[in-house]
Structure formats: C-alpha cells, structure tokens
C-alpha cells in the first residue's frame, strides 16, 4: 500500500529557530496536509495543498506540495514554546474523497525556551 | 462546541470484553471517518460513511470490528472480544465530499 515517509522523527530546538520538515512518498498524492496533533488530542489540519508547486502559508507555518508529487515541506518560522508537539504529513491519491488520508508517522517537535 | 465529540475519552476494559464507542460529527457533515492510532504512529484509515451508507473498510477492520452510522448522525464502533492489540486511540473525523475532515479528540482503549 502507499507509504509515507516522514523525516526527521524528532527535533529538538531552541525557541526563535526555523523548523523544517519533510514527506515523501513512493506514490502520488493530488492532495497534501499536514497536521499538529497534541498529546491526547486529535490532529488539528494546518494547511492543506491541492497542487503541484504550491507554495501555502498559514502564519508562521509555510508548505510546499512538491513538483513530483511524491513529496511535501513544512516549515515553522521563529518557533516559540507552543509549537510543541507532533506533526503529521497527510496524503490523498485523488481529489474525489477528502477526508480519507494516509499518514506519516509524525515528526516529534521540542522548543526549548 | 460545534466541534467532532467522542466518547468516551478513555475505556479501559478486560481481554475478551465488547466496547462500543460513539462518534458525534459535526453538524452538517455528511461523511464520517473512523482512524486507529497506536502509539508513536501516525492515524490508520478504518471506515468512512457518507450519510448512513458506509462506503469503504480497510483491511485493518477486522471481523470482531462493526461501524454504524443508523442515521446518518452519529457514529458507533464497536469492537467484540477485545485483545490486547486492539490497544490504540480510535478517532473519529467529520467532513463533506468537498472538505478535509476534522478530528475528534479520540478515545484512548486499554485493553488489559
């Protein structure tokens, strides 16, 4: 079935520093999302991509669906502490059934203050 | 709260018990999707329903599992003679044919 590979699985920073974090895939997604899920919490979307090259910011939050089609960026300008948290990229093979996604395993994120 | 409501939060119940959880999506969405999440993993697809019809099921969703969604409102899934494995966070996400789907806040199983 269609991975997602998700890198790196953890980060440790330093609050005021930029974030970046990547999605690749072995198959093609039309649709990218990425995700903020805190502990016992559902995820929360941040941005959601519907084509390739886009280039989308919500924030200090900025995701790029890749020209391939096979991978996705995200990056978190000038961290603070409540950034805290695990992010998921999302993919989706059509356009015809949002909702239904696959998941990577998350990029663990720590802001040190 | 207009939000995605489940319950309950956390069930903690015996090998081999039946457990029934409820999904309350938002109001005017006519699909509901049911995601596992074990620890450290990304949400696994389950099930999804657009209205009362339950259009699709992974291979995840094993016999001991059944989804409803009688009225096209809420959702219930309920899992027969529990095992171990079957420990995760069972979330619950609402949307339209046209939107992403909001998540729930999920029930965390323990199966012990």
């Known amino acids: 079935g269609q991975q997602l590979n998700q890198s790196p699985q953890s980060m440790f920073i330093q609050e005021g520093e930029d974030v970046s974090m990547n999605c690749t895939s072995s198959s093609i997604f039309n649709t990218w999302l990425w995700y903020k899920q805190d502990p016992g919490e559902g995820p929360v979307l941040l941005i959601a991509l519907y084509k390739a090259g886009e280039l989308t910011s919500n924030g200090r939050l900025t995701a790029q669906f890749g020209i391939t089609r096979k991978d996705s960026f995200l990056n978190i300008s000038a961290s603070i502490p409540s950034d805290v948290g695990i992010y998921f990229c999302?993919?989706?093979?059509?356009?015809?059934?949002?909702?239904?996604?696959?998941f990577g395993d998350g990029t663990t994120l720590t802001v040190k203050p | 709260d207009t939000g995605v409501s489940q319950d309950p939060r956390h069930k903690i119940t015996k090998r081999g018990q039946n457990v029934t959880f409820r999904c309350d999506p938002i109001?005017?969405?006519?699909?509901l999707y049911w995601y596992r999440q074990t620890l450290g993993q990304g949400p696994e697809f389950l099930t999804y329903f657009q209205n009362e019809a339950q259009l699709e099921k992974s291979r995840l969703l094993s016999d001991r599992f059944s989804a409803e969604r009688p009225k096209g409102s809420f959702s219930t899934l309920e899992i027969q003679r529990t095992e171990q494995g079957d420990s995760a966070m069972y979330l619950c996400?609402?949307?339209?044919?046209?939107?992403?789907?909001?998540f729930g806040q999920g029930t965390r199983l323990t199966v012990v």
């Open positions: 999302a993919g989706q093979p059509s356009n015809t059934n949002a909702g239904k996604s696959t």
């Open positions: 109001s005017e969405h006519n699909r």
């Open positions: 996400a609402s949307g339209t044919v046209n939107t992403e789907a909001f």
